[in-house]
């Protein structure tokens, strides 16, 4: 099943970022997004998972156009079927690591997964206050939050980027069997080509044009 379609894309800000950009994403399937610095990758990132509005183009996800929706249409999917993973936690900081989890468990009608915490070697920290972690810990908080809402589609912009190199092959490794499992898609925004390389495809920007390599 196709989970998110993107047709002739394009943006611009002082300049034009890209241009007729075409993408798509099925079921248990997991692109990434490399390129250098200032290409405009996090910015596409953004257009595919509703954060931005292309100026020219247009992003279906389960057929319909995200850009055509009524805004409660587009906050119920954005609450119950994307799932964001940004290098910042932006976790709720007088929380603790739990109440973190409870919050997006209580939003989306989902259950907290003690199998997932351990999964993530969060179980001994995550009654402790989000100020009293490590980044690395913050980070894999984060994805435990977000992967409790059990999304269909993950955008993750450098995900393991606060974390040293086994574990961030242990969280691309939970991203993918959570795309087997749940019939999810993961779109991955990352300057690591080794980790891009274990996704499914791998897509290039480069001067304005979007490669599959």
Do not use: W
């Amino acid at each position: 099943m196709n989970l998110l379609n993107a047709k002739n894309l394009s943006h611009t800000f002082e300049y034009e970022l890209f241009s007729d950009v075409n993408l798509q994403i099925n079921e248990k399937e997991s692109i990434a997004i490399i390129g250098m610095s200032g290409s405009g990758k996090s910015t596409l990132l953004h257009i595919l998972s509703t954060l931005l509005e292309p100026h020219s183009g247009k992003v279906e996800i389960f057929n319909e156009n995200i850009y055509e929706m009524k805004q409660k249409k587009l906050g119920g999917l954005k609450r119950d079927s994307l799932g964001l993973v940004f290098q910042s936690h932006y976790l709720f900081k007088g929380f603790s690591a739990y109440e973190n989890l409870e919050v997006a468990a209580i939003l989306s009608s989902k259950t907290i997964d003690d199998n997932l915490l351990k999964q993530l070697n969060i179980q001994e920290c995550i009654q402790q206050k989000v100020t009293e972690l490590s980044g690395g810990q913050q980070q894999r908080i984060s994805i435990a939050r977000v992967l409790t809402k059990k999304p269909r589609i993950i955008f993750a912009d450098e995900p393991t980027g606060n974390l040293d190199k086994q574990t961030a092959n242990n969280v691309m490794k939970l991203f993918f069997e959570y795309c087997e499992n749940e019939n999810a898609g993961m779109v991955l925004v990352t300057h690591d080509e080794t980790l891009a390389r274990m996704c499914d495809r791998v897509y290039k920007l480069e001067n304005k044009v979007l490669k599959e390599i």
